[in-house]
């Protein structure tokens, strides 16, 4: 079917909002997992009837238009393979999320509005804003470190800095699920969890 198509609300009881679709590449792995790949109910509808995915699981929860109804898609796999970026972005969110939400000098755990990042060699020396010279760090060992290298305050991260992989930033991803999780959603999460740990 081509073209825009009106549904209306069949079945009440799940709000369309709280119906999103979880959306994987053709390998059936997620696009990304931070942020986790998923459309609204209306995105994931339009894809269906584009054919450019495949339905891998339904909602009980029903939508129609004048001349028919669809069950929405809770995961959908895409058709055509999407490759994944080889490096991952320099964000703050990537970089909480490789330290994990430990301070890297006290490596106690902290909310977001709570931690800063520290140049390993301060900026005054020299020290340059990447991956590897970047770490995570509460306001208070931030603020006792100040400007000084780590071996004249003896302040050493944890952690050596270094540039993730996409495939390490998935594996931490796993860790912080977003607050909505369809049940038809966990095999395709987690499914190759075990095979990992081997």
């Not at 909602?59 to 995961?75: A, H």
């Not at 931030?142 to 071996?151: A, D, E, F, I, L």
């Amino acid at each position: 079917m081509h073209g825009p198509v009106d549904f209306t609300d069949l079945a009440p009881d799940l709000p369309l909002d709280q119906c999103p679709a979880l959306i994987l590449n053709a390998d059936f792995r997620p696009l990304s997992y931070f942020p986790l790949s998923t459309w609204s109910w209306q995105d994931a509808v339009k894809a269906v009837f584009r054919d450019s995915v495949t339905i891998v699981s339904e909602y009980e929860r029903v939508v129609r238009s004048p001349t028919q109804e669809i069950r929405l898609p809770s995961v959908l796999a895409l058709k055509e393979y999407v490759p994944v970026a080889r490096r991952p972005a320099f964000t703050r969110f990537n970089v909480f999320l490789r330290d994990n939400w430990h301070c890297q000098y006290c490596m106690n755990i902290f909310k977001t509005h709570e931690l800063t990042f520290d140049h390993v060699i301060p900026r005054s020396r020299g020290g340059r804003t990447t991956w590897e010279n970047i770490v995570t760090a509460c306001r208070a060992c931030n603020v006792r470190k100040g400007s000084k290298m780590p071996h004249e305050c003896h302040m050493y991260p944890r952690l050596e800095p270094q540039e993730p992989t996409p495939y390490q930033l998935h594996e931490y991803g796993r860790k912080f699920p977003p607050n909505f999780l369809h049940k038809s959603w966990g095999d395709f999460l987690y499914w190759d969890s075990e095979l990992d740990e081997g």
